[in-house]
């Protein structure tokens, strides 16, 4: 099992950015596909963006052209690159980690991180 621990949340400005990280250890950082998923109050976990181990990526048509998933293998973190953040954007992010390839679905991940809050001021 992998263990996720994330950061870079935090209040910011509609149209501005925030970075998001996601450190991972207890496993082989390759070996696992990565996803970042939010949640607003009262909304179900939904998925934002994915990578492959090879750097393959899947984004929610929403945040395409603004949000940026990238993974540095050799630091064993993943991150998310948030540009032109909206309202909409406000969430808590989950960064979450399966064997194999990436999936939209949240059940189809086993590990998951305690989240960060992002709040996007209008």
């Known amino acids: 099992q992998v263990q996720l621990v994330e950061s870079g949340g935090g209040l910011v400005q509609a149209g501005g950015s925030l970075r998001l990280s996601c450190a991972a250890s207890g496993g082989t950082f390759t070996s696992y596909a990565m996803g970042w998923f939010r949640q607003a109050p009262e909304k179900e976990r939904e998925f934002v963006a994915g990578?492959?181990?090879?750097?393959?990526?899947v984004y929610k048509d929403s945040v395409k052209g603004r949000f940026t998933i990238s993974r540095d293998n050799a630091k064993n973190t993943v991150y998310l690159q948030m540009n032109s953040l909206q309202f909409e954007d406000s969430a808590v992010y989950y960064c979450?980690?399966?064997?194999?390839?990436?999936?939209?679905?949240?059940?189809?991940?086993?590990?998951w991180g305690q989240g960060t809050q992002v709040t996007v001021s209008s």
């Open positions: 979450a980690a399966r064997m194999r390839g990436v999936r939209t679905t949240a059940s189809e991940y086993d590990n």
């Open positions: 990578i492959t181990w090879i750097g393959t990526t």
